[in-house]
């Protein structure tokens, strides 16, 4: 598009979310950093951004909270004057075997990571479907296609994330808005690096690649299907996993 594009990415603080926000990050745009906590980290992905040339916005609110993220998305789109790009990265784990997983844990995975995509879907439709125009990018994962024993609440969420974006795409594709997901694999990240040893090798062993992705392999799957050379690609889901799951 020849306008200036307004980027919305939540989680975006650090790790992958981290990685996304400043594959945006070029002079004529503007990129959204979500975070619920950790302003300093927020803050420090913001200066990177306008270090590429970006105009960076922080914006906390939890995207499970409905009058929270409605708030935020009408201050930015009243602020900024549109919505091109919206990519969908907050989540959490509580990871625990079936037998002991608490409701409250199954609740709060699910609100974070599912509910949390389908309020910030929701809200972005408003400017989407007034200018005619939109990219939005559902980060799932390979555990919502593969199952993952203690993850039954984190697997659901990310399966749930699939078939809200296949059937999301559907509805408004005659008004020029994609809705495609990104599913990495085991991603070198806070979480990996904590690994033991022998966990990290029997990870590996699980990956016809041999290694773990980078968060900045996954940024450029997403860059790529909010570009305009995406423009016909719309309900997909884009797996980076290095083999881990091919589907």
Not at 16 to 21: D, K, T, Y
Request: net charge neutral.
């Amino acid at each position: 598009m020849a306008q200036a594009k307004v980027v919305v990415v939540t989680g975006a603080s650090r790790g992958i979310g981290r990685a996304v926000a400043l594959a945006f990050a070029e002079p004529g745009t503007t990129v959204v950093v979500n975070y619920r906590s950790g302003r300093e980290a927020a803050e420090e992905t913001g200066r990177a951004i306008t270090e590429r040339g970006a105009q960076a916005v922080l914006s906390p609110f939890d995207v499970a909270d409905p009058e929270a993220v409605k708030a935020a998305f009408k201050n930015l789109t009243d602020t900024l004057g549109r919505l091109d790009v919206l990519v969908n990265n907050a989540g959490i784990t509580r990871d625990n075997i079936f037998p002991r997983l608490k409701e409250s844990d199954w609740d709060e995975v699910l609100n974070v990571n599912l509910k949390g995509v389908f309020l910030c879907c929701q809200a972005a439709m408003r400017p989407m479907l007034k200018q005619r125009y939109g990219r939005i990018i559902n980060i799932t994962s390979v555990v919502g296609f593969t199952g993952n024993a203690g993850q039954c609440n984190y697997a659901a969420a990310k399966a749930g994330i699939v078939g809200l974006t296949r059937s999301l795409a559907r509805e408004v594709v005659s008004r020029n808005i994609t809705v495609n997901a990104v599913a990495p694999g085991y991603i070198e990240t806070e979480m990996t690096q904590a690994l033991g040893e022998e966990a990290r090798q029997a990870l590996l062993s699980q990956i016809p690649a041999g290694r773990t992705g980078s968060p900045e392999e996954v940024a450029a799957a997403v860059r790529f299907l909010a570009s305009d050379a995406a423009g016909y690609i719309t309900g997909q889901v884009l797996h980076v996993n290095g083999g881990m799951f091919m589907g």
